[in-house]
Each structure stands twice: as structure tokens, then as C-alpha cells.
């Protein structure tokens, strides 16, 4: 399978993976044939990557990062205890305190499947869509905020509380003004400011609830602060900022970017590190920029890559803990396509580097 922009899809191109709701029903069944209508569907669902049959590549298989019925679930619980929140004076924390016990209880569950799974964290192999970003942006926030706190060896309490922290870190957002959070275009400055405040109403909420560490209030309030005092809402700088704050804030900033929003498109994963890396020790703590690269997969599994030798190339696999050197399936070699291609892993060829990567699909042919 390849792995593609649908900004990039031609009619007659054949889905690689089923695509998915929140709720667990296919939206369109893998093997399907792309049409111009189909095409134009998946644009306005704001699905920014797919996967597409090809018979060169069809012996790749990406795998899920976590479950499709813990994804489901986790979508599911996040929405409903959300939605709850809504309906409640500000000051309220009840709703948290209720659910809190089947919250603990996901993240355990997430943690279990993330160490289980023995390869990088690739949330882009999991082809789904959203009807509210809220939701599964704090999902894919508390999976890549758990996997960096496994590769910085945090002990089990301190995950579990991080996890929580994720979360919840954008819970503050339920108190604002829906024509503002659901705003499907850019903010003005004054609507920015609006949102800004949903760290203060986060922390407000989870302060007062009796059964989670205060700390997990504070990972709400600090998600936007910065070392060099840049962030928001008080202008913490360095080592005023919790670990806990900082890590949340590279996995927040990592999968705001990398998902689809009407006034940009995403970006590929090695364009969003590449975003860490420019603030890396500025805005964004270096040690944890660098467990997030050896923890989640920078070049998902699909992915047409050039090498710095001309050599272009499909990745087939990850190394762990070297996200950056992915092995390789090499398919044309000086601009001429393989009869047989061959496997080539970057771990063992240092002198080899990614210089390039390509999200279209250039064959006519249908697979």
C-alpha cells in the first residue's frame, strides 16, 4: 500500500485501508474505487492522508497503533464526558470526579496496547474521521504524550497522571463559545484571545476535583507555555514550567500541525518535527523533542522518500528508537523503475539520508 495526499487522488485509484468513523462504521470499504464524487467526499471530510492499493506495495500492511474498539471507545468516553461538561456552571467538577475511574481505566488499557505493539507510534496508519477535532486531538495528544513519557523511563504513577493530564488538557474548551470552537475558518485576534483562556477554565475545572492529583489541573494550565516565556496564560519560563507541561506541549503543538484544518493542510510527520526541532530549547524542552523522535514514527509505513543518491524508495518498516532511519523498499534507481526491487535500512547506511518525500501517486495505471 501506498501512502498518499488525497489532495494528490486521481479516479480509478483503489482505497488501500477502510475508512472509518468515530463510531467504528466504514464510511468507505478498502478496495473501493476512487471517483471523482468519492474523491471530492473525502476532501470535506478533511481526511488530509489515505492509503491506496498497489500491486507493487500491496505486501506492505501498516499497523494500528492502538485497537480499532479502543479507539472507538476512547473517542466515545472522551466525547461523552466532554459533552457533559457543557451543561454545568464553570466551577463544577463533578462530572470529571464521575468519570475519572473509566478515564484511569483508558489510559491503563492505552498504555498496556502502546507496549505491547514493540514498533514506533504511527497514528497516520489509522485512517478515520471526526466529526469535532476536540475529540480525537486529545486522543492523539495522550498517545504521543504517553509514548514520549515511556521513552523518558517515567515510573507507572507518573505515566498514569501524564495520561490524565493529556487527556484532559483541553477540557477548558467545553466553556467556550461554540460559534468559536466550532469555527470551521481561521480566528480573528480578538476570537484567539477567547480561546486562549480555555487553559484558566481547564485548570479551574480539574483543580477541584477530589480524586486527581492537582497536578493533572496544571497540565491544563501550562499546555501553552513556552521556555522562552512566549506562551500563554501566565508567561512561564524554563524550569517554572512543569516536565509534565512541557511534554504535552510538544505532543500538542506535533498534532496540531499534522492534522487537517480548513486554513492549512497538514503536514507530513517529518515536517512537524521539523517545527520541534526549530524551537527545540527555545520554546520546546530538547529532551523531549528528542524522546519524541526515537518514540513515534516520523516516516509513516507507505511513504514514497527520495535518498540523497537519487534512489527513490518506499518505507517498509520502522528501527526503533531511530525514527529517522526507517528501512526502505528501493524502486527506481536513477530515475528508472526497478524490475525487482530490493530492501535497503538506513540504520546501516549512514551516508544515505532522506532528502525528499512524495505524498502523490504518478502511475496512471489501476491496481
Known amino acids: 500500500m501506498r501512502f498518499i495526499s488525497t489532495e494528490s487522488l486521481k479516479p480509478g485509484l483503489r482505497l488501500g485501508k477502510s475508512i472509518y468513523n468515530e463510531r467504528g462504521q466504514v464510511l468507505l470499504n478498502e478496495g473501493v474505487e476512487l471517483t471523482e464524487r468519492l474523491i471530492l467526499r473525502l476532501k470535506e471530510m478533511g481526511i488530509p492522508f489515505i492509503y491506496i492499493s498497489d500491486q507493487k506495495t500491496d505486501h506492505l500492511n501498516p499497523r494500528n497503533s492502538i485497537s480499532d474498539e479502543l479507539r472507538r471507545e476512547a473517542i466515545q468516553t472522551i466525547e461523552s464526558t466532554f459533552a457533559q461538561l457543557e451543561s454545568v456552571d464553570l466551577a463544577s467538577s463533578f462530572v470529571i470526579e464521575k468519570a475519572s475511574k473509566r478515564l484511569m481505566e483508558l489510559i491503563r488499557t492505552i498504555m498496556n496496547e502502546i507496549k505491547k505493539n514493540q514498533e514506533l507510534l504511527s497514528i497516520l496508519s489509522d485512517v478515520y474521521t471526526y466529526d469535532q477535532y476536540i475529540f480525537t486531538h486529545s486522543l492523539n495528544v495522550t498517545l504521543y504524550t504517553l509514548a514520549i513519557g515511556m521513552e523518558l523511563k517515567l515510573n507507572q504513577k507518573q505515566m498514569e ?35 486562549k483562556r480555555h487553559s484558566e477554565y481547564g485548570f479551574q475545572i480539574l483543580r477541584g476535583v477530589q480524586n486527581l492529583p492537582l497536578l493533572v489541573a496544571h497540565c491544563a494550565y501550562q499546555h501553552h507555555e513556552r521556555l522562552d516565556g512566549s506562551g500563554y496564560p501566565r508567561g512561564l519560563k524554563g524550569d517554572d514550567i512543569h516536565s509534565f507541561g512541557k511534554i504535552i506541549a510538544v505532543a500538542d503543538v506535533f498534532d496540531a500541525v499534522t492534522s487537517n484544518r480548513v486554513y492549512r493542510r497538514a503536514m507530513l510527520p517529518h515536517e512537524g518535527l521539523e517545527i520541534l526541532y526549530a524551537g527545540a530549547g527555545i520554546q520546546y524542552d530538547k529532551k523531549v523533542v528528542e524522546a519524541f523522535r526515537k518514540a513515534v514514527a516520523i516516516y509513516p509505513v507507505g511513504l514514497t522518500v527520495e535518498l540523497n543518491d537519487r534512489r527513490k524508495g518506499i518505507v517498509s518498516r520502522q528501527n526503533m528508537g531511530i525514527s529517522d532511519r526507517p528501512v526502505l523498499e528501493i524502486l527506481e534507481e536513477n530515475g528508472i523503475e526497478l524490475n525487482k526491487p530490493y530492501e535497503l535500512n538506513l540504520k546501516d547506511h549512514l551516508d544515505l539520508i532522506i532528502v525528499n518525500c512524495e505524498t502523490t501517486f504518478l502511475s496512471n495505471r489501476k491496481n
Open 161 to 195: 497522571t501524564l495520561g490524565m493530564g493529556a487527556l484532559l488538557h483541553d477540557v477548558g474548551k467545553m466553556m467556550l463559545p461554540k460559534e468559536i470552537l466550532m469555527k470551521p475558518g481561521r480566528l480573528t485576534d480578538e476570537e484567539f484571545e477567547v480561546v
